[in-house]
C-alpha cells in the first residue's frame, strides 16, 4: 500500500480562483512528480522533483507551479484557474535512479466552472 | 510524444478468458513496467521486467519482453470482473531518470 496521500480528492471552483493541490508521502522518497490525465486519456508529465529545492518542468506545459519546501510535500498551485484546467491531477513519488517503480496517489479532480 | 504505444486500446472479454495486452517502445529501456488504474484513482504497479530478462510471472500475470522488437506483452489468465481497469506500460530509459508511460489498454471483464 502506498503512502502517499493528496487533497482535496474532488474540487469544483470558479474561474479566476488560485488553487493548491496538496500532496504528501511518508516514504522518504526524493523524487516526486505530478501527473494530469483528462478521463480515458494517457498521462502527462507537468513537473517534477529529484528533491529539496529542486523542480522541473515536465513533458507537458503546464500554467501551475510547483514547490518543494520539504521532503515529504509537493504542492501544486494553480494562480489562476480556467475551465481548461478541469482534469485529474495525479501526484507520485519514488526513490532516486534509473526505473525504480513509482507509487501514485489517488488522484484530485479538479473542475473549474 | 509517448514512448509506449499499447495495443488494443480497448478489449472486452468474458469472465475466465485470458487477456493479451501489447506495448511497444522505440528506444532503448533500462526496464518496463506495467500498472493498472481502476476507474478515477491512481495507478499501482504491477510488475518491472529488467531489459536482460525475457519473462516474468507474478500470480496471474504474466509478463514478456522482447527487445529486439522492443514489444512487451503482458497476460491475465483466468480474468475476473475485477480485473477491469486501464493497464499501461511504463519504460526506463538509459540515462533518464522519469518513466514514460504509454497510452493505456482498457480491459473490460464482462461476468
Known amino acids: 500500500e502506498a503512502d502517499i496521500y493528496q487533497t482535496p480528492r474532488y474540487l469544483v471552483i470558479g474561474t479566476g480562483k488560485k488553487i493548491t493541490l496538496e500532496c504528501s508521502q511518508t516514504?522518504?522518497?526524493?523524487?516526486m512528480y505530478w501527473y494530469q490525465q483528462d478521463p480515458g486519456m494517457e498521462l502527462h508529465l507537468i513537473h517534477y522533483?529529484?528533491?529539496?529545492?529542486?523542480?522541473e518542468k515536465g513533458d507537458l506545459s503546464s500554467e501551475s507551479t510547483v514547490s518543494r519546501i520539504r521532503t515529504e510535500h509537493f504542492p501544486l498551485t494553480l494562480e489562476s484557474a480556467r475551465p481548461s484546467h478541469t482534469s485529474q491531477y495525479l501526484c507520485?513519488?519514488?526513490?532516486?535512479?534509473?526505473?525504480?517503480?513509482?507509487?501514485f496517489g489517488e488522484g484530485s479532480w479538479l473542475t473549474v466552472v | 510524444s509517448q514512448q509506449g504505444e499499447e495495443d488494443p486500446q480497448a478489449l472486452s472479454i468474458q469472465e475466465g478468458e485470458n487477456a493479451t495486452m501489447n506495448c511497444s517502445y522505440k528506444?532503448?529501456?533500462?526496464?518496463l513496467q506495467w500498472y493498472r488504474q481502476n476507474s478515477g484513482r491512481g495507478l499501482v504497479h504491477l510488475i518491472l521486467?529488467?531489459?536482460?530478462?525475457r519473462e516474468k510471472h507474478s500470480g496471474r500475470l504474466r509478463v514478456t519482453l522482447d527487445t529486439s522488437k522492443k514489444s512487451s506483452s503482458l497476460l491475465i489468465t483466468a480474468s475476473r470482473a475485477a480485473d477491469t481497469a486501464s493497464y499501461f506500460c511504463?519504460?526506463?530509459?538509459?540515462?533518464?531518470?522519469?518513466?514514460?508511460f504509454g497510452t493505456g489498454t482498457r480491459l473490460t471483464i464482462i461476468p
Open positions: 507520485a513519488s519514488s526513490r532516486s535512479g534509473t526505473g525504480n517503480t513509482i507509487y
Open positions: 516514504m522518504g522518497h526524493d523524487k
Open positions: 522533483s529529484y528533491g529539496v529545492n529542486s523542480t
Open positions: 528506444t532503448s529501456i533500462n526496464n
Open positions: 521486467i529488467r531489459s536482460n530478462e
Open positions: 511504463a519504460t526506463a530509459n538509459f540515462g533518464n531518470e522519469k518513466l514514460t
